[in-house]
């Protein structure tokens, strides 16, 4: 062998004896690695705990269909509401009653008259929960058969149904207790629930009840507060609470009235139709507002406002609620406006803001002490513009300020609220509501806000238990 390639070959030798050694320590420390448990990644905690959760148990209150159902076919048969001139429900034959499936049908529809649709959660919620279990693949809501393996406990009564059929019926007896027939399913309820063990063991603190309308269970508002209570806000409790509550602070809630800590905020029902993005149209009218001029408490700031903006230009102000004609209207004007006006009401909130979302009407709201459905899962100033109260009373300001918003930042509105129009429907178009909810809809996503709730409601119920007997927790109050 040449001597040049002999040290070639040599020299080569030291070379592949290193990287033989660097192969085999990788070999094994690959070896070594894989012998231990894949190490868990660790992400920043959601806003939501139920983000990772795929079901929360709910066990339904075993409460008479006289409470629910019945009430409804009560409806469909014999009820006549004063309050309306005209009630489409019931504008039809007579002589043909004895057609109607609605009397007699296992799960009648749930009324059309506006006074009552806005409320419709309760009987959403509640079909949801009656859908057999091979059709409830898409709730979030699993249904227990028993109490001891629930989060929750659902309490099926149509409150809201109830108190607005003694309010159509006779006005003058609802806050009376003597022949108060909404009194007295009020009082069958409490008294169904307060007899159950699992009532017992929680003092109520893991019901849920829902009380969309802000009178429904007025009468025992008090023993139902420690509940979780689904309400549209919290406008109907103030003027209880302000004699009840041992706070000195002007905007205190008694925390075992009502409380985002402990209860959901749910949308109304929208009574308009949704508007697709692709089907949206040019909007000739700057802002839109329908609804009742006069209103008490809170909502006096509506009067206000309307004689600011009724003259101004680009700004249309018409009086009426979107019943029959007034509905028709209501689709127009919302659809043919960039802005629709949201002020107070008699509570801080109504369905008409759910109608604008619905008609892709950028959202106007002039209400300081609003609580929004699903905050922490929607972000509402992507697709709303927010007023102050002071602001809004100002002469020519409100107009001023939405002429400022850009097409772009008008367009980027309607874009944002078209991906959020799904999550406020509650209509399944199922007969009855019995049948598959949709995954992105209002009742899957009142079912989570209940579950971030459950920490909270568990250590309120071992916080209680420690208590020894005699003795009284003081009222907490929120500061809001």
Not at 191 to 214: C, E, I, M, Y
Not at 272 to 293: C, T, V
Not at 422 to 441: A, K, T
Request: glycine share 4%; hydrophobic share 40%.
């Amino acid at each position: 062998m040449p001597a040049m390639a002999k040290n070639a070959t040599f020299s080569s030798l030291p070379r592949l004896f290193l990287s033989f050694t660097i192969l085999s320590i990788l070999s094994l420390a690959l070896y070594l690695f894989s012998s231990f448990p894949t190490p868990t990644i660790l992400h920043p905690p959601s806003l939501s705990a139920s983000a990772s959760a795929s079901a929360i148990n709910v066990y339904v209150a075993d409460l008479p269909r006289s409470l629910n159902y019945a009430l409804l076919q009560r409806y469909w048969s014999s009820f006549s509401d004063s309050r309306l001139p005209s009630d489409h429900d019931h504008d039809h034959d007579h002589d043909h009653d004895h057609l109607s499936p609605h009397r007699t049908a296992a799960f009648p529809p749930y009324p059309d008259n506006p006074l009552i649709k806005q409320y419709s959660a309760e009987y959403w919620i509640t079909s949801d929960l009656m859908t057999p279990p091979q059709h409830r693949a898409t709730s979030f809501a699993k249904r227990v058969l028993d109490p001891s393996q629930a989060d929750v406990v659902f309490v099926p009564f149509f409150a809201t149904l109830s108190a607005e059929m003694q309010l159509g019926a006779n006005r003058a007896a609802f806050r009376k207790k003597l022949g108060n027939e909404d009194y007295r399913r009020q009082r069958q309820v409490i008294q169904a629930l307060k007899a159950t063990h699992a009532w017992n063991r929680s003092g109520g603190r893991d019901h849920v009840f829902v009380l969309t309308d802000p009178v429904a269970m007025w009468h025992v508002k008090d023993e139902i507060a420690p509940a979780v209570l689904l309400v549209v806000d919290f406008g109907g409790w103030y003027r209880l609470d302000s004699k009840a509550s041992n706070c000195t602070q002007s905007g205190v809630v008694p925390h075992l009235q009502v409380s985002v800590i402990k209860d959901v905020i749910v949308p109304y029902t929208h009574l308009l139709p949704r508007l697709d993005l692709s089907e949206n149209k040019e909007r000739d009218n700057l802002l839109y507002f329908k609804g009742a001029k006069h209103r008490h408490r809170g909502g006096l700031i509506r009067e206000k406002l309307w004689d600011l903006l009724i003259n101004e230009p680009g700004v249309i102000m018409e009086e009426g609620f979107p019943n029959a004609t007034g509905r028709e209207q209501s689709i127009k004007g919302m659809r043919a406006s960039e802005f629709c006006l949201h002020p107070a009401g008699d509570t801080p909130t109504s369905c008409r803001l759910f109608d604008a979302i619905q008609s892709l009407c950028v959202p106007v709201i002039v209400s300081d002490n609003i609580e929004l459905p699903f905050e922490g899962m929607v972000d509402y100033s992507e697709f709303s513009v927010f007023v102050a109260v002071s602001d809004a009373l100002k002469p020519s300001w409100l107009v001023n300020h939405l002429k400022r918003f850009s097409k772009e930042q008008k367009d980027r509105f309607r874009q944002n609220m078209a991906r959020v129009q799904p999550i406020f429907v509650y209509d399944n178009d199922q007969p009855g509501g019995i049948g598959p909810i949709p995954v992105d809809g209002a009742v899957n996503h009142i079912w989570k806000k209940v579950h971030q709730k459950l920490p909270m409601i568990k250590e309120a119920i071992i916080r209680e238990r420690r208590k020894p007997p005699g003795v009284s927790v003081p009222r907490r109050c929120h500061c809001t």
